[in-house]
């Protein structure tokens, strides 16, 4: 039943439509956020654009957005208010008024001395504000017919006369009931400063956390959406659920941040490097520096891998996820090398091998997503690469596997 959620500020594309229900999806979860009952629930376009359950109340939101830096204010003239009055009275048989509140959210202003600045309490007296829109109801309705009569064109106020009519055709008693369950939220925030809002709402978490878990509660928050209008779940999304999900948001964030334990940590005295790391870049011709080099990354790699696996159980499938996206890189350059150098020289097949060498240790760091999202270090992605070549599951002479499977 949701009306078209944007203000007519001339944008009609198909953008503003797709916007003015994103944000409308965005505006059920800041909402569900800010809840303070535990019984609160959300429902998108149900009753109305965003529908919210609390202790057998509802409260129905209609949502009217812009990107517009001045977007046009609301007025007892607004079609956007007329509209939306409307939507509410054709939802009337539907609700019980007693329990039922109904808001106009827009991120317009509400002009200052406006007679619909009542509507910002929801206890301020509406007598006036009821007169002025009956008056302005009978206004349009009377000001359209006599168009019609004269053979206008356009007629006048074609975009609310049936808005206003509908409003007419309330009885007087049941009007000024329904008027004082009316509430207006206007200069809302915007889709944009919508996440930021709800960042604001996550108090319980550190705030350098709050935009992270905001961004992964909106991602799981979408599938939801896409599920309640498929039937493949509950068409109201609970409060609970919403804080059970960022807390489960919050641990993973928190098991993900690693330490880099090695970085500035040496190999011990007595360590005896794998002569593996030696051979493969011997075949290369790499420089003793680089051996060294290779070596000590090797060991900080390693020794990383050992701290991790001892201290936590999900880390072995991490750690070979990680390998796996390590040797798919290296394998992309591997085999056109491979495929390029068939006829090649030996010194030609060296130096190329080499140059693969030397991306692994000074370019796959910044080219291959990280270990975990705080990891910046470079040691994990150098070094990993020499535990793989220890194990021959990667290498940098095209021909590596077959003269290293020859005797040293």
């Known amino acids: 039943m949701s009306s078209a959620a944007y203000i007519d500020d001339g944008s009609?594309?198909?953008?503003?439509?797709?916007?003015?229900?994103?944000?409308?999806?965005?505006?059920?979860?800041?909402?569900?956020?800010?809840?303070?009952?535990?019984?609160?629930?959300?429902?998108?376009?149900?009753?109305?654009?965003?529908?919210?359950?609390?202790?057998?109340?509802?409260?129905?939101?209609q949502l009217k957005h812009s990107l517009s830096n001045k977007p046009a204010a609301v007025t007892l003239s607004s079609a956007a208010l007329w509209k939306t009055l409307k939507a509410w009275i054709d939802v009337l048989p539907a609700v019980s008024l007693n329990n039922t509140r109904f808001q106009l959210v827009t991120v317009a202003p509400i002009p200052s001395g406006s007679p619909l600045e009542v509507l910002l309490d929801a206890t301020s007296p509406r007598a006036t504000l009821l007169?002025?829109?009956?008056?302005?109801?009978?206004?349009?309705?009377?000001?359209?017919?006599?168009?019609?009569?004269?053979?206008?064109?356009?007629?006048?106020?074609?975009?609310?006369?049936?808005?206003?009519?509908?409003?007419?055709?309330?009885?007087?008693?049941?009007?000024?009931?329904?008027?004082?369950?009316?509430?207006?939220?206007?200069?809302?925030?915007?889709?944009?400063?919508?996440?930021t809002e709800i960042a604001k709402e996550l108090k319980s978490f550190p705030p350098e956390r709050r935009e992270a878990i905001t961004g992964k509660l909106m991602e799981?928050?979408?599938?939801?959406?896409?599920?309640?209008?498929?039937?493949?779940?509950?068409?109201?999304?609970?409060?609970?659920?919403?804080?059970?999900?960022?807390?489960?948001?919050?641990?993973?964030?928190?098991?993900?941040e690693l330490l880099a334990d090695f970085q500035f940590v040496t190999p011990p005295g007595d360590h005896i490097p794998s002569s593996m790391i030696a051979r493969q870049l011997q075949l290369v011709g790499g420089t003793d520096g680089e051996v060294q080099a290779a070596e000590r990354e090797e060991w900080r790699a390693r020794s990383q891998r050992h701290k991790w696996l001892n201290e936590r159980v999900d880390m072995a499938v991490r750690i070979h996820r990680y390998d796996q996206l390590l040797a798919e890189a290296w394998r992309d350059k591997h085999c056109v090398m491979v495929e390029t150098h068939a006829n090649a020289t030996e010194d030609a097949k060296r130096v190329s091998g080499l140059e693969?060498?030397?991306?692994?240790?000074?370019?796959?760091?910044?080219?291959?997503?990280?270990?975990?999202?705080?990891?910046?270090?470079?040691?994990?992605?150098?070094?990993?690469?020499?535990?793989?070549?220890?194990?021959?599951?990667?290498?940098?002479h095209p021909d590596y596997k077959a003269l290293l499977a020859k005797k040293p």
């Not at 049936?162 to 889709?191: G, M, W």
């Not at 959406?225 to 919050?250: G, T």
């Not at 060498?357 to 705080?374: D, G, K, L, T």
Request: hydrophobic letters at 40%; glycine letters at 4%.
């Open 12 to 61: 009609h594309s198909a953008v503003s439509s797709a916007l003015g229900f994103y944000y409308q999806s965005l505006y059920g979860l800041l909402s569900i956020v800010r809840a303070s009952q535990d019984d609160a629930a959300v429902c998108l376009e149900r009753l109305d654009d965003v529908e919210i359950l609390t202790n057998g109340q509802s409260l129905l939101s």
């Open 220 to 256: 799981w928050w979408d599938l939801q959406v896409v599920y309640s209008f498929c039937d493949k779940r509950d068409r109201a999304i609970s409060m609970l659920e919403v804080q059970q999900k960022v807390a489960e948001i919050a641990g993973e964030l928190e098991r993900d």
């Open 356 to 396: 693969i060498f030397r991306w692994s240790y000074s370019h796959a760091h910044a080219q291959i997503p990280p270990f975990a999202h705080n990891w910046s270090t470079t040691y994990y992605v150098r070094g990993s690469y020499q535990v793989l070549a220890v194990e021959q599951e990667v290498g940098w």
């Open 131 to 195: 007169a002025l829109l009956h008056d302005e109801a009978q206004r349009v309705v009377d000001e359209h017919q006599a168009g019609r009569a004269a053979g206008k064109h356009p007629v006048p106020h074609a975009d609310r006369v049936a808005s206003c009519a509908a409003y007419l055709e309330l009885d007087h008693i049941f009007r000024e009931k329904f008027l004082s369950r009316i509430t207006v939220q206007p200069a809302a925030s915007n889709i944009i400063q919508i996440p």
